[in-house]
Structures are given as C-alpha cells and as structure tokens.
C-alpha cells in the first residue's frame, strides 16, 4: 500500500511541475506568441491570431505580434484585410524601420486599389533595404532590362513571336493538361526554337497556386511543365535535351493568391529561352 502511495505521489509531482511549466510558458507574452508561431505553421491562422492577440493583451508593443497577426488575418480572408491594416499599421508606428512592414501594408494597398499608398510604402520599404519592394516600383520594362543584366543567357521569347503575345500557359485549378486555347502559342513558340532561335534551349518553368501543401504544389507545378515538353516534343519533335524543366511550386507568384483571379494567374508555365 505504502509502495502505491509512493507511485502516486511521484506522478503527482511531476503533473503539478508539468503544469506550472505550461503555466509559466503562456503566462508571458513571447509564451503566446510561439504558440501562434506554431499555430500558423500548420496553417490553422484562426488559432494564430488568438495566441498573437493574447501576447498583445500583455505587452501592447510587442511589434512582431500585431505583424505576425495582421499577415495571419490577410492570409485568413480577405475580408479580413482592415484588420490586417490596422496591425501593420501599429507595426510600422512601433518599429518604423521595418521595411517587411511596409512591403506587408503595401501589397494590402494594392490589392485594395489604394494604389498611392502603396507605391508610398513600397518605396518606404525599398529605402529600407526591401528587395522585393525595388522590384515592385520596377515597371515591366524596366524588370526585363534588370534580369538580361543579370544573365545574358536568357531570352525572352516573346520578342521573336510574331503574334506579340506573351510565352505563358495558364492552367485550370489542380490540373495540368494543356487547354485548347494555347495550341496557338505553343505552336508559336515551337516556331521560333526551331527556326529563329535554333541554338537555344527552353526553360520550361511550372508554377502554381498557394492552395494546397508546397510539397504537393510543386510535384503539381512539375506536371504542368512535363505537359509542355511533351506537346513539344511530341508535335513539333524538339528533343528533351533541349528542355530544361523548372518547378517553382507556389513560389514566384505574379499575383495576390488571396483572390480566384489573382490564383488563376498563379496555375501557369512560362517559357524562355537560354543560350546553349
């Protein structure tokens, strides 16, 4: 009897100093704040921001916990996007040179057609050191100039087909078989590797959407870009060794994947070329 009395009292201590070291974790605001760290790694961004806003609730300048919230509630819905604001608007009063702040509360501008202050804030962040933000305020004109210093190698396809149109495939939610509609292109661009550009290879870059796990977006990205080596190969004969495949998953995203619009853009393949 004795021996079980002692069991139990071991057990018993050891629940008691589990609990206060529970306790004692989410009895601080960093405490909460891990605890939404972690939440909004399995992507369960309601509980996120219920652990951020309990670590605000004790130190209301915690400035990483009203940013880390407010890219929750964007990510959460869009609905949601003034509640996003709000945060990252106290993040950039808190911790004015946070140039992630700006380029946050920028892309929410843009994507709520508040177009000044976007440009204000991403131009914020780019004196703060912000890549992305820099790359941004580049027009279009501008990126492709950018990139062709970068590496000479590449090629932008597009300024060889007649038809002007741009070397991209847009793809249908969780698919990747080639729609009709961009035979056309592809056909073109089959003309200009076989005939203009004959020294040059094709990268064959497949992207896709943020729905869904990365692992499984980028075996999903790979697929759409074997579906257009296969339809080069197969109906125009160019050789695979002249194919470089690229999978980029939701990674490179040319548009907000907060909206279907903005997601449809997103399920794509581009194509360019490189110097052999």
Request: aromatic share 10%; glycine share 6%; proline share 3%.
């Amino acid at each position: 009897m004795k021996k079980v009395n002692y069991c139990f009292l071991v057990v018993l201590v050891v629940l008691l100093a589990w609990q206060g070291a529970v306790a004692k974790e989410t009895s601080t605001a960093q405490g909460w704040f891990q605890k939404g760290v972690a939440y909004e790694k399995q992507g369960v961004y309601g509980e996120a921001i219920k652990m951020y806003t309990r670590a605000i609730e004790l130190q209301r300048d915690y400035a990483e916990a009203y940013f880390k919230r407010g890219k929750a509630y964007r990510v959460q819905s869009p609905s949601e996007s003034n509640e996003a604001l709000e945060d990252f608007t106290v993040t950039i009063k808190l911790a004015p040179t946070n140039g992630e702040a700006y380029y946050e509360r920028g892309l929410l501008y843009a994507y709520l057609l508040y177009n000044e202050n976007a440009v204000a804030d991403m131009r914020t962040a780019a004196s703060l050191g912000h890549e992305g933000a820099r790359l941004w305020l580049l027009s279009p004109e501008e990126r492709e100039a950018e990139e062709a210093k970068e590496d000479s190698r590449y090629i932008y396809l597009g300024n060889y087909m007649p038809s002007g149109n741009e070397p991209m495939v847009h793809f249908d939610f969780n698919k990747a078989n080639i729609k009709n509609q961009y035979y056309a292109l592809l056909d073109e661009v089959a003309m200009v590797v076989k005939d203009t550009l004959p020294e040059v290879n094709i990268i064959v870059a497949g992207y896709a959407d943020s729905i869904g796990t990365k692992k499984y977006n980028h075996k999903l990205s790979m697929n759409r870009a074997r579906a257009i080596e296969s339809y080069l190969e197969v109906k125009h004969g160019i050789q695979p060794d002249r194919v470089i495949l690229k999978a980029f998953g939701e990674n490179g995203p040319i548009a907000t994947n907060e909206t279907e619009e903005g997601r449809a853009k997103n399920r794509r393949v581009e194509l360019l070329g490189m110097k052999k």
